[in-house]
């Protein structure tokens, strides 16, 4: 897979990285983990601008938040939670994740769209309290370009530092990725299963079979 998104970015350049960043934060099939370090290691073999790929990696993670912000502001807390019990599972976003994120948001405020950027797990689906929360638009896109900024660099800049010996490394990691994204595929199907498990017993369908 290392290669496949090395390739990816060497016939779309940094179009491809935006791309790549955006299908990461809309659904996490091939996680920044890997493609930042990679373009930053593709920056030091003096293929791509270095700064100009954090703006790349950057840009692709607000496109990615803004579909999520929309649902937010446009749907609603509840509705939305209803919308995660019944079909979350495709996107492996559950009532639980999205109540998570809620907390964070209630408890930070605006400063946690920027601080849950660094968070896994959550980095993409705190865009969505701040929609149902009403943040301003062009606050959430600043608060959300900084935190992304900062992240793409950090792990743009690891692929940098590597360097010459990316290329050692990169003997182990092709194989170690696709094991990765094969072991995500189990994740996601698992969830899948459980997430329709828990749909049965969820309290809300209970009452509602009652009645």
Not at 187 to 198: A, G, L, P, T
Request: aromatic letters at 12%; hydrophobic letters at 50%; glycine letters at 10%.
């Amino acid at each position: 897979m290392a290669s496949w998104v090395i390739g990816a970015i060497y016939a779309s350049g940094y179009l491809g990285i935006v791309a790549l960043m955006f299908i990461e934060n809309v659904f996490p099939p091939i996680p920044s983990e890997l493609i930042m370090p990679l373009a930053g290691y593709m920056s030091a073999q003096g293929q791509l601008i270095f700064a100009v790929i954090v703006l790349a990696g950057a840009a692709g993670s607000v496109l990615g938040a803004l579909p999520l912000y929309w649902l937010g502001k446009k749907i609603g807390a509840e509705r939305l939670k209803i919308f995660a019990d019944r079909h979350g599972r495709w996107l492996t976003v559950s009532r639980e994740e999205l109540e998570q994120a809620e907390r964070w948001f209630a408890r930070y405020g605006p400063a946690a769209v920027l601080l849950c950027r660094l968070v896994p797990g959550i980095r993409s689906l705190i865009s969505v309290p701040a929609g149902i929360y009403g943040m301003a638009r062009a606050k959430f896109l600043l608060y959300t370009a900084a935190g992304a900024a900062v992240w793409t660099a950090l792990l743009a800049y690891l692929g940098y530092l590597l360097g010459s010996k990316f290329e050692q490394v990169g003997r182990y990691l092709d194989p170690v990725s696709w094991i990765v994204f094969a072991l995500v595929l189990v994740w996601y199907v698992s969830r899948m299963v459980r997430h329709k498990s828990s749909r049965r017993s969820w309290p809300g369908q209970k009452a509602k079979a009652k009645s």
